[in-house]
């Protein structure tokens, strides 16, 4: 597994090496098969990092000696925990990057450049994933933060682009420095430098610390709040064919960063599992709360991670406050919620990024007013999208509603608890986590209904086609996982547990095997609700509930008026009655007022406002008319008015913006630094190799 560890990295390698090669005057190939076969490569490589994730798993731990030359640095290695993560962020990052070649479809220009890009930033993870020492974790890190960087201004002459890279860098160099305190904390205890080595640190005010910094440095990158604002931003303005890989599989090294810290450091104080509780519950709201009332389909998806990201977070807590108590039980329960969520938030979001892609090229556009109907247009497209808007909405029958409700039924063991505030922040979390996902429920409704069911359907643009039969294998790869993991969640449990068994004994975790094929909850005796019998029942029910109302109605039930799917009138109603996705958002908007700080203005439009009113709304009525939709002859008479109703970004409105003054002034001061005279910045040099070997004698 070694060899084939190593080849993995060799051949991502060469896929950078031959795709910027290609971009220079004498390079061989033409076109856009540079693109392409880089690509092509980047998913051979991802399949070879499953199967090394697998054989760990499986026992078969691949490893080398030292890469880097630095002292105490074990090189790379695999166990059971790195190698399940292998399997979860490379086993859809190759069907993302197949996808994106699409050997049967052109390429753009554009393109020039993204192989080698998704190359670094899958390098990158894959050396964070196996990283056996302090020193290659933080390298990897830095590398992988160095291609999101890329990714969110790959094209920085477009607007905005260059804002959201230097947004995405700044973040991505937080939470790196957390990393690196953290770490150094932990070394300067433990006096090593490998992993392992670290949790030898003594108990005492340094470790806690470094806990804290740790837990802070990968929840940055995870996208928790109130550091969440990068990625909505960081994700719409990356390419289409890069969202997939970046918020599918790269995000799941901060995961990863929160179980191998609580397999090296153990417990944490049990303030910081309650506050870090509390934090993910709250960010799974807020998340959900402004997906549901964006209108830029890019942005509804990026913001859905921030949802999924506090879900994960909720159910890794439980785990916190379980080994507080020194419950494995409970441990267990909360670990595998989270590790189920893990695997869903990476298939779907995967799935969703790739399509939403295809949907938005074709079209020209993401703005899902101007998706209407786009899902029929494009069928193998639209059905992965409608699957993976399903799945993370947790509906039934996807593998989304198994770790949901895994998740609630671990928030529900709050009776367990020895403390009053822990049971009530587990009351607290799983009231938060109960309307997050009702409201899931209503943001993705309203995508599958504009893409899916929306009419008049949009025609694509002239040259843009669907999903080639190579890459629809990809499409359906996922949307098979979405569906078929639900159907084999015993199977899917099975493998969990030996992959979190450095954490918590498989045994202990296996215990929410109801049965060889029936999955229950870790606590056998506290619930009878299976999604295993679920998957079999409800289809029954509903092939059963069919057959009856046909025959005791006699045929009469199917003799019913039809109406255009996804219209808010009934049959009758003249005029414009299509619902919109700001309309369909707005009970949203009024419902989580508290969260949104929602703002709506009703307004007179007078003179030259109104006549643009006119002409806009005239011009709609042909667009429909155009397309086959019933409108109304000739427009209402009357005042015109305008409503407008916007939202808050809370945190970044309240928390960073009033930071951007001292922020420039103290740019503007570290300028002055930059004399360019060598014997200043030697001097500077010496300052900061004093004030850290005072910190690190200070710590000894």
């Known amino acids: 597994m070694t060899a084939l560890l190593l080849a993995c990295w060799g051949l991502l390698a060469f896929a950078a090496v031959t795709d910027l090669a290609a971009m220079l005057p004498a390079g061989r190939f033409t076109g856009a098969w540079h693109a392409r076969f880089s690509l092509l490569c980047c998913a051979v490589a991802c399949g070879g990092m499953v199967v090394v994730g697998a054989a760990a798993m499986a026992g078969h731990q691949a490893g080398t000696g030292s890469l880097f030359a630095v002292p105490g640095d074990d ?72 291609a ?65 910094l740790l837990i802070a440095g990968f929840a940055v990158k995870a996208g928790l709040a109130p550091v969440q604002v990068w990625l909505p931003t960081g994700y719409a ?47 799974a709201l807020l998340g959900i709360a402004h997906a549901a009332v964006q209108d830029r389909l890019s942005r509804v998806v990026a913001y859905s991670s921030v949802e999924n990201a506090g879900l994960i977070v909720t159910g890794y807590s439980v785990a916190l406050i379980g080994t507080t108590m020194r419950e494995p039980r409970l441990v267990a329960v909360g670990l595998l919620a989270a590790t189920l969520q893990v695997i869903t938030h990476a298939l779907a979001k995967t799935l969703l990024f790739t399509t939403a892609h295809r949907l938005g090229h074709a079209f020209g556009t993401d703005r899902l007013d101007q998706l209407r109907g786009t899902g029929r247009a494009l069928p193998r497209s639209g059905t992965g999208f409608a699957i993976g808007c399903l799945t993370l909405a947790g509906l039934p029958l996807t593998c989304g509603f198994t770790s949901e409700w895994m998740l609630l039924e671990s928030l529900m063991q709050q009776f367990r608890v020895g403390s009053l505030g822990e049971r009530l922040a587990m009351a607290a979390a799983g009231a938060l986590v109960a309307l997050t996902v009702g409201f899931a429920g209503v943001a993705f409704v309203r995508l599958v209904g504009l893409t899916a069911l929306g009419s008049p359907p949009r ?39 030996t992959g979190i068994a450095p954490i918590v004994p498989a045994s202990v975790v296996r215990g929410a095997l109801g049965g060889p094929w029936v999955l229950g909850p870790v606590f056998p005796t506290f619930s009878v609700l299976s999604p295993s019998w679920l998957w079999i029942a409800m289809p029954v029910l509903f092939v059963a509930v ?52 929602t703002r709506a203005q009703v307004r007179t439009l007078e003179g030259e406002e109104a006549a643009r009113a006119d002409a806009r709304e005239a011009g709609a009525r042909a667009d429909a008319r155009e397309a086959g939709a019933p409108v109304a002859d ?25 930071l951007l003054r001292p922020l420039r002034i103290a740019v503007a001061a570290a300028r002055r630094l930059q004399s360019g005279r060598l014997d200043a910045y030697l001097t500077y040099m010496l300052v900061v190799l004093i004030a850290v070997v005072a910190l690190v004698t200070a710590l000894a």
């Open 148 to 212: 999101f960087y890329l990714l969110a201004g790959f094209d920085r002459l477009r607007p905005g682009r260059a804002a959201a890279s230097l947004l995405t860098a700044g973040f991505s160099k937080a939470s790196g420095a957390l990393l690196l305190l953290g770490l150094l904390l932990l070394a300067v205890r433990a006096h090593a430098l490998s992993l392992d080595g670290l949790a030898a640190a003594p108990h005492g005010a340094a470790r806690t610390t470094a806990y804290v």
């Open 546 to 597: 069919l057959a009856a109302l046909t025959g005791l109605s006699r045929g009469r039930s199917l003799r019913v008026r039809r109406v255009p799917a996804w219209r808010s009138a009934t049959g009758g109603v003249e005029g414009d009655a299509w619902y919109t996705s700001h309309g369909y958002a707005n009970p949203t908007r009024r419902v989580l007022a508290g969260v949104l700080m």
């Open 634 to 658: 000739q427009m209402a008479a009357g005042a015109r008015y305008e409503y407008s109703s916007d939202v808050v970004e809370i945190v970044e409105t309240y928390l960073y913006r009033p």
């Open 75 to 146: 090189g790379v290695g695999t166990d059971k925990l790195s190698g399940l993560f292998l399997v979860i962020t490379f086993g859809t990052a190759a069907p993302a990057t197949w996808c994106a070649a699409d050997p049967l479809r052109p390429l753009g220009r554009t393109r020039r450049g993204l192989g080698a890009v998704l190359a670094l930033l899958l390098g990158a993870a894959a050396l964070i994933l196996t990283a056996r020492g302090a020193f290659g974790f933080l390298f990897g890190w830095e590398l992988l933060g160095f």
């Open 459 to 497: 025609q694509p643009l002239p040259g843009a086609a669907d999903a080639g039969v190579a890459a629809s294998g990809g499409i359906v790869a996922l949307a098979l996982a979405c569906l078929g993991l639900c159907a084999v969640a015993p199977l899917e449990v099975r493998a969990v547990a």
């Open 237 to 283: 303005s990356a390419p289409g064919p890069a969202r997939a890989v970046m918020a599918g599989a790269a995000v799941n090294v901060g995961f990863y960063g929160l179980w191998r810290t609580l397999r090296l450091l153990g417990a944490p104080p049990h303030w910081l599992a309650v506050l870090l509780l509390l934090t993910g519950a709250a960010s």
